[in-house]
């Protein structure tokens, strides 16, 4: 069990997400960075759909009430582990990157980020939470899954799975790969339909993200497409990673709590290997759109796959 005795900023539970649900208007969620939540699972040895704390910018404080290990990664907060027992004060690093052993009684104490947008708190096991819809995700607009279908407060108690064996005997850590601000996608349905001049601003230019981003979409900024203003469309599906752009000619890009449908014309879809980079960019930072083929999105998928494989290498006998 962890105790959470503050908690300053956005945090929630989540995991992989529900998928299979958008017929019913619910959409997908799960982690803004699913790779970084894989990756602290992995280095725990939890499945990697095991539900986590996710974190935004802010301060928190958590106390273990029994033994456990933990990783943090993502975006690059700063956290130590703290004791106050008498007879036993400690207080060490838990790195980056890095999973860490945590005593009954211990306080593992985050703030920050330095980097990125995003992190998860991964907990040997996972954290007890059970299923709504076929996820553990919180759905934060819609009340449900997560802890109380919320996002966790000041003196929250979590329960940890009961899965305590484990064969570690020291700390590992794994690099995390370079966001280079380069979002790889295809054309959207609607492309086509965009003038000359607006399908060269769209993979040559340069855009900002916005201020107005949360975790149901990203805005961009730019030169305008000027061709969305007299494109009229039916509603239609779509899904995180679109490119939808409204009639202000700014993109928006949909994030893991996207809505299920929308009426504005689709310019690209973000490959999901890619998702990651936009999801921990932060306002004002610069992206870029590439061009790439259905084969460029298997080589990514499998750029993740070597990545995994190389971890789970380096992990042996850990």
């Given at each position: 069990?962890?105790r959470?005795?503050?908690v300053?900023g956005l945090a929630?539970?989540q995991d992989?997400?529900?998928?299979?649900?958008?017929h019913?208007g619910i959409?997908?969620g799960?982690a803004?960075?699913s790779?970084s939540l894989?990756l602290a699972?992995r280095?725990?040895?939890n499945v990697?759909?095991?539900p986590a704390?996710?974190?935004a910018?802010?301060s928190?404080?958590?106390?273990?009430e029994?033994?456990?290990?933990?990783?943090l990664?993502?975006?690059?907060?700063?956290?130590?582990?703290?004791?106050?027992?008498?007879?036993?004060e400690?207080?060490?690093?838990?790195?980056?990157?890095?999973?860490?052993?945590?005593?009954?009684?211990e306080?593992?104490t985050i703030k920050?980020?330095r980097?990125?947008?995003?992190?998860?708190?991964a907990?040997?096991?996972?954290?007890?939470i059970p299923k709504?819809?076929?996820?553990?995700?919180t759905?934060?607009a819609g009340h449900?899954g997560?802890?109380q279908?919320?996002?966790l407060?000041?003196?929250d108690i979590?329960?940890?799975s009961?899965?305590?064996?484990t064969?570690?005997?020291?700390?590992v850590?794994?690099?995390h790969?370079?966001n280079?601000?380069?979002l790889?996608a295809l054309p959207?349905?609607?492309?086509?339909q965009?003038?000359d001049q607006?399908?060269?601003?769209?993979?040559h230019?340069h855009w900002?993200?916005?201020?107005?981003?949360?975790?149901?979409?990203?805005?961009?900024?730019g030169?305008?497409?000027?061709?969305a203003?007299?494109?009229?469309?039916r509603s239609?599906?779509?899904?995180p990673?679109?490119v939808?752009?409204?009639?202000s000619?700014?993109?928006?890009?949909l994030?893991?709590?996207?809505q299920?449908s929308g009426?504005?014309?689709?310019m690209?879809?973000?490959?999901?290997?890619?998702h990651?980079?936009l999801?921990q960019?932060?306002?004002g930072?610069?992206?870029?759109?590439?061009h790439?083929?259905p084969?460029?999105?298997e080589d990514?998928?499998?750029e993740?796959?070597?990545y995994?494989y190389r971890?789970?290498?380096?992990?042996?006998?850990?």
């Open positions: 069990m962890i959470l005795d503050r300053n929630s539970i992989l997400g529900r998928p299979g649900q958008g019913l959409p997908r799960g803004m960075d790779f894989i699972n280095l725990l040895g990697d759909n095991a704390i996710e974190l910018c802010g928190y404080e958590i106390t273990f029994s033994s456990s290990w933990v990783a990664c993502g975006a690059t907060f700063e956290a130590r582990i703290e004791s106050e027992i008498k007879g036993k400690d207080d060490r690093p838990l790195w980056h990157g890095w999973r860490g052993r945590v005593n009954p009684g306080r593992l920050g980020p980097q990125g947008v995003w992190g998860y708190l907990v040997l096991g996972g954290i007890e709504v819809l076929g996820g553990h995700g759905f934060l449900f997560g802890h279908g919320r996002q407060a000041s003196g979590l329960n940890l009961s899965h305590t064996e064969n570690f005997s020291r700390p850590g794994a690099v790969r370079a280079d601000g380069i790889r959207g349905p609607e492309m086509s965009f003038s607006d399908r060269k601003a769209f993979w230019g900002t993200v916005s201020p107005q981003n949360d975790r149901m979409g990203v805005r961009l900024t030169e305008s497409l000027n061709s203003k007299h494109l009229s469309l239609h599906a779509v899904l990673g679109v939808q752009v409204p009639p000619g700014q993109p928006i890009v994030q893991a709590d996207a299920t009426g504005y014309p689709r690209a879809m973000v490959i999901e290997a890619d990651w980079k999801a960019a932060r306002a930072q610069a992206i870029r759109f590439q790439v083929s084969n460029q999105v990514a998928n499998l993740w796959q070597h995994f971890l789970a290498r380096a992990m042996d006998g850990s």
